[in-house]
């Protein structure tokens, strides 16, 4: 039993490093294709110039565009505040109305009169007035 776990801990241990070494190779040949990568570009820079600046102003307008003060980006997140405001003074406005209907309620004599009969329990000359509670 000893010998039969000895032989799997050396069999994974073999595994393990054959995984790390093909994971080391992958990672060199990366680096090595990024770097020959990067020296082809820099080489095709030196020869068209004109190229490369062109993307480099195209890139930026285009940047400009969606993220700059007057950008897409901005301007959709202005116009969703916008709705969100519009629709709040639509609320406020609303309400508005609603109270100024209540103070011209408020205004009138029977109202007024309700009120001090009901808060305040005053009543007319003649009348008796029940207080249930």
């Excluded at 595994?15 to 990067?38: P, T």
């Excluded at 062109?54 to 003060?69: H, K, L, N, T």
């Excluded at 629709?87 to 209540?102: F, G, I, M, P, Y």
């Amino acid at each position: 039993m000893l010998r039969q776990a000895q032989a799997q801990f050396s069999e994974f241990i073999a595994h393990s490093s054959a995984q790390c070494k093909a994971f080391l190779r992958n990672d060199v040949y990366r680096k090595a294709q990024l770097k020959s990568w990067l020296k082809r570009v820099s080489e095709d820079a030196v020869a068209h110039p004109k190229k490369y600046v062109s993307f480099a102003v195209i890139g930026f307008i285009f940047f400009y565009v969606m993220f700059g003060d007057y950008g897409i980006v901005t301007r959709i997140r202005l116009e969703v505040q916008r709705a969100h405001l519009q629709s709040a003074l639509d609320a406020e406005l609303r309400h508005t109305e609603v109270l100024k209907a209540q103070i011209q309620r408020a205004k009138s004599l029977e109202t007024i009169e309700k009120l001090a009969r009901e808060k305040y329990g005053f009543s007319k000359p003649g009348e008796t007035v029940y207080l249930i509670k």
